[in-house]
């Protein structure tokens, strides 16, 4: 049986290469199933029946609609043996589309006589605690650091969640090497990166493998020879196309592929589907090479050093609680722009807890030289190579320090760079500055306004002044929440007044649509973050 516990899934995986873990947890997505179970289930009957057809190395059950169990057989063939003894559905009221995936449905034919046998079944659990319910759990804590590792173990993706969503790809992919036998599907982003939030969607992109690779391999020997393929007039319209037929595959075949919309005409065209049977929401593009590059840079910072995703994390759900970030795209900050945020103020410690992006690239052998699209996108793959950290700050000194450096950074002059890991003068005036790491010329935060960013820095002020004015055994007594859990709760009309004080200097213009977007913040988005 899979461990439950995400710190499982850090052992496991702690030194891999991004690359390594990508590799593997693909190659165990094609080896699984997911059946759907009748709620009254004997798990042992069920083990047994699909040992018939091989090993099972191992398995989870979890709660979508009903009891849902995920196998992992140990070889592939076993699933081709499962899929010639599974029946077809009767068409009695629906006709069927006749496509044969790795999604199954397993009824007991006469229930009555096999109950009472069956112990209850361990669910894993697929989405994370209401944040009263967090804010309880962190009360009973010993210390801020503690308290933020409660939050990252209570947000961050299980191992179990993190199969589930290799899988959603690698059912994706049965429909498209249909059409081209040596494309892949890999989730990219959140799913990957190792600051994923249980709940939050699954990027995946479509990649046909290395045409690069197959184009140097012809080049050797007297001739050539080379595929008669469809040539169009741009890449773009190569990419809508393909995205077009597969997004109709997935919505017409598709069993369990709900609302699928084709967004074609986006700067990154992409087919948008709910995945029922894993529960995800889906967002499917082509190969978009950079998007890898970063979501490798994270994974690296991630596996560095255990407070910088504890440090983001909590960052993440403080901002969601105050309004500060918001799943709809808008003027808000992004979570993106967040961890990349975070990532700046960790480079800037003394000593620094991460390297710069430049000092990555320094680190780069021949196999780590990427360059795409004439940018440089180049740095140190093997995690053995980078030096661990001197600086021994815990998480209560950085969570303090974090909201003190960005509550009187200068942001009218100053924008934040990853790849130098130091202030630099603002190429133009966008509020909020952020070098795009990789395409230097681009700024991630381009979409935030004043308002908004005066409203994050009022906020990084008001909590900096609650850590430095708490009484945190007054308040434990008190029965008060102290800490993370008082930075949790929304800033509210009590204390208003004392913010007004706080915010001079900030820019009066601002500060009485600030007030009046904290009270209407304030009813919604307790139950916002429930739903996130």
Request: aromatic content about 8%; hydrophobic content about 35%; proline content about 5%.
């Amino acid at each position: 049986h899979v461990s439950g516990s995400s710190a499982y899934a850090e052992v496991s995986t702690r030194k891999k290469t991004f690359a390594e873990v990508q590799t593997e947890r693909l190659d165990q997505a094609e080896r699984t199933v997911l059946i759907k179970c009748p709620s009254k289930l004997n798990e042992k009957k069920l083990l047994q029946y699909l040992s018939s057809h091989g090993d099972v190395k191992s398995h989870f059950f979890f709660e979508n609609r009903g009891i849902n169990a995920l196998i992992e057989f140990s070889e592939k063939g076993s699933i081709a043996s499962l899929q010639d003894a599974v029946g077809i559905p009767s068409a009695s009221e629906h006709h069927v589309v006749p496509f044969k995936s790795r999604l199954f449905t397993f009824t007991l034919k006469n229930p009555v006589s096999q109950r009472g046998e069956e112990a209850p079944l361990h669910l894993s659990p697929q989405c994370h605690i209401p944040v009263k319910d967090l804010i309880e759990k962190l009360c009973l804590a010993d210390s801020i650091s503690s308290q933020m590792y409660i939050l990252l173990d209570e947000h961050q993706l299980t191992e179990e969640n993190i199969r589930l969503r290799f899988l959603a790809c690698s059912l994706v992919r049965d429909f498209t090497c249909a059409y081209f036998p040596d494309s892949t599907v890999k989730p990219f982003g959140s799913s990957v990166n190792t600051f994923g939030k249980l709940g939050s969607d699954v990027d995946m992109f479509l990649d046909f493998g290395d045409t690069e690779k197959h184009a140097t391999k012809m080049k050797k020997g007297p001739f050539e020879m080379e595929y008669q393929m469809k040539r169009l007039p741009s890449e773009r319209l190569a990419t809508q196309r393909i995205l077009s037929v597969i997004g109709d595959c997935l919505d017409n075949f598709g069993p369990g592929c709900v609302n699928v919309q084709k967004i074609l005409n986006a700067r990154c065209p992409l087919v948008k589907f709910s995945h029922q049977p894993t529960g995800f929401q889906c967002d499917l593009s082509v190969s978009n090479s950079i998007a890898i590059r970063s979501s490798e840079l994270l994974y690296i910072y991630g596996c560095l050093d255990s407070r910088v995703r504890a440090l983001v994390f909590t960052i993440r759900c403080w901002a969601r609680v105050h309004g500060l970030t918001n799943s709809a795209p808008g003027t808000w900050i992004t979570n993106f722009s967040l961890t990349m945020m975070v990532m700046f103020f960790l480079q800037r410690r003394s000593p620094p807890i991460i390297p710069t992006l430049d000092q990555l690239k320094g680190l780069a052998d021949e196999k780590d030289k990427h360059i795409i699209g004439g940018y440089d996108c180049s740095f140190v793959s093997d995690l053995r190579k980078i030096k661990p950290t001197k600086n021994t700050e815990t998480l209560d000194v950085l969570l303090s320090e974090f909201f003190e450096y960005f509550g009187n950074f200068d942001f009218r002059k100053n924008s934040i760079n990853l790849r130098k890991g130091k202030e630099v003068n603002k190429p133009e005036s966008s509020p909020l500055y952020i070098w795009n790491p990789f395409e230097q010329d681009l700024n991630i935060s381009k979409n935030v306004n004043q308002p908004q960013l005066e409203k994050f820095i009022a906020m990084a002020r008001e909590s900096a002044w609650i850590l430095q004015k708490e009484d945190k055994t007054q308040q434990m007594i008190d029965k008060e929440p102290w800490g993370l859990a008082a930075l949790l709760i929304p800033f509210g009309k009590s204390n208003s007044s004392k913010m007004k004080n706080r915010m001079k200097g900030i820019g009066s213009e601002t500060i009485r649509s600030l007030l009046d977007s904290l009270k209407l913040n304030n009813a919604n988005s307790q139950q916002k973050a429930v739903g996130k």
